[in-house]
């Protein structure tokens, strides 16, 4: 006869589950997977569809097969993994790389690790940079989009590339900075991955996440105001040589990690405090690596750091026991 197993009280329910807080996740990105297929075209969502049908698959088949589980695919969290991966991801990557990437995302650092709320790093994020290490080429390589309705588009490097490239060749940070304005870095395709083009949509997405309270907005929040201060400080000291604040904030990554990966809820910190170390942690690593890495990005790196510090940040800071005061 099985046993019927309840824990200590109390005991508190909500309307909210894994499936709601994915589908929210899902419906706050849309606005950046509109604008990337904007701009990006036909590739782009050839991108997006291998990305998101090879991570639910893979998920399925794991959990079928190997774990020997009921699917999980249900609760949409292989496809919000699909999504941020194709929004990681250049729009000329080739399908086999991008399968390749879902390969590690979803059974390497999703799936080895049991699934949903087990894995220690967010698995786009391994995907990633797994790709970036073993097809450099691909990776970062932007060429002309046409666009899915024939728009015009901006050539060349990422802005941050365009950086790092003429500071070496002994061009200032305020000639190089020149050829863009807040209009451009907000909504315009300067180059890069999916996710950056367009600022304003993923900090639409942000602001619905928060309305709905789906994330921890100081995460976000202390990921930004350091970035800020860190390059404010830089630049003061030497703007011929460091950027500054805004354009740090508007470029790379930055807003997608910060918005949509940092906060994941399985890879980040559960108090408030260890969130706003964990954010600035990230802020101030992706500072360091832009200014004196020889990568021109560093938010994915960060980030991943930092996951690795959290259960250190959840055993030092503590969420205040139910009841008490």
């Known amino acids: 006869m099985s046993q019927l197993t309840i824990s200590p009280s109390p005991h508190i329910h909500s309307k909210d589950s894994t499936t709601s807080l994915m589908r929210d996740v899902v419906i706050a990105l849309l606005p950046a ?10 590739r782009e969502i050839l991108v997006m569809g291998v990305s998101v049908a090879s991570c639910v698959l893979l998920e399925w088949v794991i959990t079928k097969y190997l774990l020997k589980k009921p699917s999980t695919i249900a609760d949409l969290s292989a496809v919000v993994t699909g999504v941020l991966l194709g929004l990681n991801l250049p729009y000329t990557t080739p399908w086999w790389v991008v399968f390749i990437g879902a390969v590690v995302a979803i059974g390497v650092a999703k799936m080895t690790f049991g699934g949903i709320g087990q894995n220690i790093w967010n698995p786009a994020l391994v995907g990633r940079v797994f790709l970036l290490v073993s097809f450099p080429t691909y990776m970062t390589t932007w ?11 901006v050539s060349g490097p990422t802005p941050l590339g365009a950086i790092q490239e003429g ?15 807040y209009r451009d870095l907000l909504f315009a395709n300067l180059g890069g991955s999916a996710g950056e083009v367009c600022a304003l949509a993923l900090l639409a997405g942000f602001v619905y996440l928060c309305i709905r309270k789906v994330i921890k907005p100081w995460i976000t929040l202390s990921i930004f105001a350091t970035v800020a201060l860190t390059a404010l400080i830089f630049w003061g000291v030497n703007p011929a040589r460091f950027t500054g604040p805004v354009f740090n904030l508007l470029t790379g990554g930055l807003i997608l990690g910060a918005c949509f990966m940092a906060t994941d809820y399985v890879t980040s910190p559960m108090s408030l405090w260890g969130g706003v170390i964990f954010g600035v942690g990230i802020g101030f690593l992706t500072m360091m690596i832009r200014y004196f890495g020889s990568y021109p990005e560093g938010v994915s790196f960060a980030i991943l750091i930092m996951n690795s510090v959290v259960p250190l940040l959840n055993r030092w800071f503590h969420q205040k026991k139910f009841g008490r005061k």
């Open 33 to 42: 997977v509109i604008c990337s297929f904007i701009f990006y075209g036909w």
């Open 167 to 181: 500071l070496l060749s002994g061009a200032s940070v305020q000639d190089l900075t020149a050829a863009y304005n």
């Open 143 to 153: 060429k002309q989009p046409q666009g899915l309705f024939g728009l015009d588009a």
